[in-house]
């Protein structure tokens, strides 16, 4: 059933790749690899997004379908048990899956670009087939634990600490907002050794769940993605074998940066997913809508914003793409996922408002889901770095060629 040995070939739907300029194009794979995805999201995601999202449900079954379908190591090498393919490819799957389920792409973005990825670029040998092999395979999933109740857009004032005692550090203090916080298995946490050292003294720790003194506090409720968990972690004298540390003390800051960087490519993605979908969801709508004797896609107020929409779809999904493409190539790419991740975030947030407009009053209840890809849509503002980080990032990489 795994889906890189099983891709279909053929769809009628509208493709990214139908969207964008003849100058741009997929390889094969790649475009196998959106039809496939597309397909599955359409038929099995979409049709139960609006349920999870009503009982705040986290989807197991979206996951466990696609751990069978070979995706959550597409990224990794296949000596890990990844599927070996591209970051280009990794931003279509998120695209796609957000289109469907905006809860099923973000614990899989959650999963992938901040947690696997992180302990394929700074983990041993050791850790790597520890951690990372069953993490590839879908057995165990992750989380990535940075922010603090006092501390979010500020890491470096991070005060979870982390004492070292022989080969085992001390966790003491707790962590926000993690993304998949009660399903995961392992969490990439960031601690502080030392304060006075701000960033220069962090470390990253992979912690498994079920490690005496380690705890679940608030679970939040949200304004959108509702099916993924979002919850406080409590260390309370937890201790983590010094060999779960990922690099170095005083790592832990750059792997957290670097970490980020690829995780804004995927907030880009999901971003344009949502807009695209809640797009589709209008555009049809506007098809058959009549108003004034004819449907109301024949009205230029509602043309305009179709095409306004459209425009800035393919603008963000372009910047993603690009993003991508640096990251791929190996160079630093900081300043390309900061752009695609603030442009496409804001834009979703234009586009899904415009969708609640074209449906009119239809559009401000869940009889269908364009009020869900609004919420949904503005978290993608927030998480990852607020917009205005994203501003601080790309000023400092101009500035000061960061
Ligand atoms: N790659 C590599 N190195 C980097 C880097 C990057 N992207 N960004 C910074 N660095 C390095 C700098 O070069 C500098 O190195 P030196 O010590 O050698 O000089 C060092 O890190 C410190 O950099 P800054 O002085 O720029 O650090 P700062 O304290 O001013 O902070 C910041 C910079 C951009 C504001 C950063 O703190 C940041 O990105 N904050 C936002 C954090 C964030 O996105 N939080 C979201 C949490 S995750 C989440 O949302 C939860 C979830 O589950 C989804």
């Known amino acids: 059933m795994g889906v890189l040995s099983n891709m279909v070939t053929t769809s009628n739907m509208v493709t990214a790749l139908e969207l964008l300029p003849t100058s741009f194009a997929f390889t094969e794979e790649q475009v196998l690899i959106q039809e496939t995805v597309a397909d599955m999201a359409q038929k099995e995601f979409a049709p139960k997004a609006h349920e999870i999202d009503k009982n705040h449900r986290f989807p197991r079954e979206n996951w466990d379908l696609l751990a069978q379908s070979d995706l959550c190591g597409l990224v990794f090498p296949e000596q890990y048990g990844g599927a070996g393919m591209d970051a280009v490819s990794y931003a279509i799957v998120v695209e796609e899956l957000a289109k469907a389920c905006a809860t099923t792409s973000v ?3 959650a999963h ?3 947690t696997a990825k992180p ?13 990372l ?22 890491s470096a004032s991070a005060r979870c600490m982390a004492i070292k005692s022989g080969d085992e550090f001390i966790l003491n203090g707790s962590k926000n907002w993690i993304t998949n916080g009660i399903e995961a298995d392992y969490y990439l946490v960031i601690a502080q050794t030392d304060p006075k050292l701000r960033h220069k003294g962090l470390v990253a720790l992979v912690v498994e769940k079920g490690t005496p003194g380690f705890s679940f506090g608030k679970l939040e409720d949200k304004l959108g993605i509702k099916g993924s968990s979002t919850c406080q972690i409590i260390f309370e004298d937890c201790k983590v074998p010094v060999g779960n540390m990922l690099g170095g003390i005083g790592d832990g800051f750059k792997v957290a940066m670097v970490t980020l960087d690829g995780g804004r490519i995927g907030i880009a993605a999901q971003a344009c997913g949502i807009a695209q979908g809640a797009w589709d969801h209008a555009s049809k709508y506007a098809k058959e809508r ?6 109301i896609n024949q009205l230029q107020a509602i043309q305009f914003m179709l095409a306004e929409m459209a425009a800035e779809i393919d603008t963000a999904r372009l910047m993603t793409y690009h993003a991508s493409v640096a990251q791929d190539r190996g160079e630093r790419f900081t300043r390309e996922a900061a752009q695609a991740k603030l442009y496409a975030s804001e834009m979703a947030m234009r586009s899904t408002v415009k969708c609640v407009q074209i449906f009119g009053g ?10 869900r890809a609004m919420r949904d849509a503005k978290i993608t503002e927030i998480y990852e770095g607020t917009s205005e980080i994203q501003r601080l990032v790309i000023a400092n990489s101009i500035l000061k060629g960061n």
């Open 362 to 371: 239809y559009g401000y209840v869940t009889d269908y889901p364009v009020e």
């Open 119 to 131: 302990i394929y670029i700074f983990g041993s040998e050791e850790q790597r087939q520890k951690f």
């Open 112 to 114: 992938v670009s901040l």
């Open 107 to 109: 614990l899989y973005s």
């Open 133 to 154: 092999v069953p993490m590839c395979k879908g057995e165990k999933l992750g989380a990535f634990a940075l922010s603090e109740p006092g501390s979010g857009s500020d």
């Open 290 to 295: 009549v108003a004034f004797g004819k449907t």
